[in-house]
Nanobody, 128 residues
């Protein structure tokens, strides 16, 4: 059974940092690209970043490019999201998910519908 568990969320001040982790079990982690997503109340889930299965290629969407860094440790079956220069508008539930899709050598993320195994999310709240 595949399990995806996010952790590391919490309360931060604007301009601060948080580091999220996502641990995956029940599959061969190194075979999957991974992505980070978030969903704020009343809004659709949005893609933030994705990383190829080897970690060589990464892609960031505009809202987080230059502030967030995605990485992975395949030996630990863990995905990370380092979030710096946080803004109040970053407040949301953050999710990670697996996909067999690629990142086009860092040019894009697969469609959100192509991500199959999802965690329950971790809440990030940024105060002004």
């Amino acid at each position: 059974q595949v399990q995806v568990v996010e952790s590391g969320g919490g309360l931060a001040q604007a301009g601060g940092s948080l580091r999220l982790s996502c641990t995956v079990s029940g599959l061969t982690f190194a075979d999957y690209s991974m992505g980070w997503f978030r969903q704020a109340p009343g809004r659709e889930r949005e893609t933030l970043s994705c990383i190829s299965n080897s970690g060589k290629y990464t892609y960031y969407t505009s809202p987080v490019k230059g502030r967030f860094t995605i990485s992975r440790d395949n030996a630990k079956n863990t995905l990370y999201l380092q979030m710096d220069s946080l803004k109040p508008e970053d407040t949301a539930m953050y999710y990670c998910a697996t996909t067999r899709g690629g990142t086009g050598r860092g040019t894009s993320c697969p469609p959100i519908g192509d991500f199959d195994y999802w965690g329950q999310g971790t809440q990030v709240t940024v105060s002004a």
